[in-house]
């Protein structure tokens, strides 16, 4: 809790099989330019990820998506919600998750009350990564950001990929990615409140959007709006998905680009 770790100046961290980044309250992981992967080899021994904790009953420390370097100089208190950010061409890889807000490791109590870390990943690459993103539940207005990264999988990998999962959050947005050769979806979710805007592609992907809620319709999920670059689908077997959504704005699909689908 409390501290600092930056990975930058084009490093590459080799994580072991089995083994995770826990970045806990109050502490900031900033990766600038660098690879975080789980081994050398084509076989490849997946590492389980990076854990970001938060505080389920807490606001979220306030990122600067312009300028998110500016997140080290800013002093985070230990109750505070931890923070990662994937900056500037960096890459997860060979993971079982890239970044995920759950917390392992404590009793149903302990992993709830830790929800809620942020995320922004920005620029940056998740390539064979099973879970790009996970969201676990936070009631507050969540600040994570998802802007101009690229999910994929290479043609020799043999599990299944999905891109973000979002499980009851809102606030979270994403603009510019690219979601490449998904098994699952590239944005899934249930009873979730986001904007998808500005030119994020889905191509080839099982589901580009996918969008469920529980009774009483909890989800609100708007693709594209009318002052942005349109998003792109092409390829997809469904390009967006929707089981159920209503509260701010629905389900809103405005300003977007279909291609080629079953």
């Known amino acids: 809790t409390g501290g600092t770790l930056i990975i930058r100046n084009s490093s590459t961290v080799y994580m072991k099989k089995g083994k995770s980044i826990i970045v806990e309250r109050g502490a900031k992981l900033y990766i600038d330019n660098s690879v975080v992967t789980g081994g050398c080899s084509k076989s490849v021994a997946k590492w389980n990820g990076i854990f970001v904790h938060g505080n389920a009953n807490a606001t979220q420390p306030t990122i600067n998506y312009s300028q998110p370097s500016d997140i080290l100089t800013q002093p985070l208190q230990s109750s505070q919600s931890g923070v990662v950010i994937l900056n500037n061409h960096s890459k997860l890889e060979n993971a079982r998750y890239g970044i995920s807000t759950s917390a392992p490791g404590f009793d149903s109590q302990g992993q709830t009350e830790r929800w809620g870390g ?40 043999e599990s299944k990929v999905t891109g973000v999962t979002v ?18 979806s590239g944005v899934s979710g249930i009873d979730y409140s986001t904007k998808i805007f500005d030119d994020n592609r889905f191509e080839n992907c099982q589901y580009g959007v996918e969008v469920h809620s529980t009774a009483p319709h909890l989800s609100s999920v708007q693709i594209g709006t009318n002052s942005d670059n349109p998003n792109y689908f092409d390829n997809n077997a469904t390009h967006v998905y929707s089981a159920a959504a209503s509260l701010e704005y629905g389900l809103t699909v405005l300003h977007n680009e279909f291609f080629n689908s079953e």
């Open 118 to 157: 942020v995320v922004f990943a920005n620029n940056s690459d998740f390539v064979n990564v099973i879970q790009g993103i996970e969201f676990m539940p936070y009631q507050p207005t969540n600040k994570s950001r998802v802007f101009d990264c690229r999910f994929s999988k290479t043609m020799d990998y």
């Open 167 to 184: 499980w009851d959050c809102k606030g979270i947005e994403f603009k510019r990615n690219r979601f490449n050769g998904m098994d699952y």
